[in-house]
Structures are given as structure tokens and as C-alpha cells.
């Protein structure tokens, strides 16, 4: 079992930064595929980016260049860093593990809210 616990969502205007982290309870950390996915009312949650243990990252194309998904494997930590963030990125975004090779070991956090507005 693991529990994550996302921090740092907020009110930005556009064009700022804002940065989240997402904290993982429970061992072997590092054997899940972290990511990051954010979700708006009536639409599916969909990814924003992953990255593996071995530090390969994955982002969608809307972020791509803007956006930056790191992990702290000793500190059981992943992060999203937000740059020039646009109206658009607003959502509520949720932390995500996914083991390697354990299918249904798949867990999600809480949900944190990101609001872009002027």
C-alpha cells in the first residue's frame, strides 16, 4: 500500500510558476513509475508527465518545454515544476505511482488545485 500526499497548488497569474510535490509513503519507492495528471470538470484525467526511477521522463505535448517532473528517490518525493503557466493548465492535478511490473499496484493522491488567472 501507498499513500501520496500532494502539496503546493495555489492561485498563480499567467505567465508565473508554481511548483508541486508529492510525497510517497511505504518502501521500494523506486520501483514505481511516478506521475503527474491533472483533471478539469466533465473531462478525463490525463498525464501531464511520468518519470522512472532511472530518471527518463515523459511529459504531454501541451507542457512540454515548460514544465519539469523530477523525483527524490531517497526522500520518497516526486516533483512538478510549473513555468509560464497558462489559463489552460488549470485543473485539479494528482500525484500517481504505478509499479513496474505489478499490475493493480497503482495509486493516487488526493488531488491539488491549480488555478491560472489574472
Known amino acids: 500500500q501507498v499513500q501520496l500526499v500532494e502539496s503546493g497548488g495555489g492561485l498563480v497569474q499567467p505567465g508565473g510558476s508554481l511548483g508541486l510535490s508529492c510525497v510517497a509513503s511505504g518502501s521500494n519507492f523506486n520501483l514505481y513509475v511516478m506521475g503527474w495528471y491533472r483533471q478539469t470538470p466533465g473531462k478525463q484525467r490525463d498525464l501531464v508527465a511520468s518519470i522512472r526511477s532511472s530518471g527518463a521522463t515523459r511529459y504531454a505535448d501541451s507542457v512540454e518545454g515548460r514544465f519539469t517532473v523530477s523525483r527524490d528517490n531517497a526522500k520518497n518525493t516526486v516533483y512538478l515544476q510549473m513555468n509560464s503557466l497558462k489559463p489552460e493548465d488549470t485543473a485539479v492535478y494528482y500525484c500517481?505511482?504505478?509499479?513496474?511490473?505489478?499490475?493493480?499496484?497503482?495509486?493516487w493522491g488526493q488531488g491539488t488545485q491549480v488555478t491560472v488567472s489574472s
Open positions: 500517481n505511482a504505478k509499479h513496474l511490473w505489478i499490475s493493480g499496484f497503482d495509486y
